[in-house]
Nanobody
Framework: QVQLVESGGGLVQAGGSLRLSCAAS????????MAWFRQAPGKEREFVGR????????GYTDSVKGRFTISRDNAKNTVYLQMNSLKPKDTAVYYC??????????????????WGQGTQVTVSS
């Protein structure tokens, strides 16, 4: 069982930056692929980006490429989402997710095994 706790959300003006953190419990964090998803009101949860077990490979949805960066610190059992040049359309609840596989390319929520409770990100225009 893995527990995930996100933090770092808040209100920011368009063009600003935020860094989200996701702290994981358990000794097997370093073997898990991790991902970030987001869900805006009235919309389905959508894939934002993913990172493999070692941090050597990442992938992003097109709308955030060049603006968002995922990283991880396995010594701290934490994965990060650095968000720059934020836009109002980035407003959503952001969730981190874990997979028991070291590499996971799934872009649908059903492909991930554990979820955090989410953190709200609001970008004002």
């Amino acid at each position: 069982q893995v527990q995930l706790v996100e933090s770092g959300g808040g209100l920011v003006q368009a063009g600003g930056s935020l860094r989200l953190s996701c702290a994981a419990s358990g000794r097997t964090f370093s073997t898990y692929a991790m991902a970030w998803f987001r869900q805006a009101p009235g919309k389905e949860r959508e894939f934002v980006g993913r990172i493999n077990w070692s941090g050597s490979a990442t992938g992003y949805t097109d709308s955030v490429k060049g603006r968002f960066t995922i990283s991880r610190d396995n010594a701290k059992n934490t994965v990060y989402l650095q968000m720059n040049s934020l836009k109002p359309k980035d407003t959503a609840v952001y969730y981190c997710a874990a997979s028991t596989f070291p590499v996971n390319v799934a872009v649908t929520p059903s492909g991930w095994h554990y979820w955090g409770q989410g953190t709200q990100v609001t970008v004002s225009s």
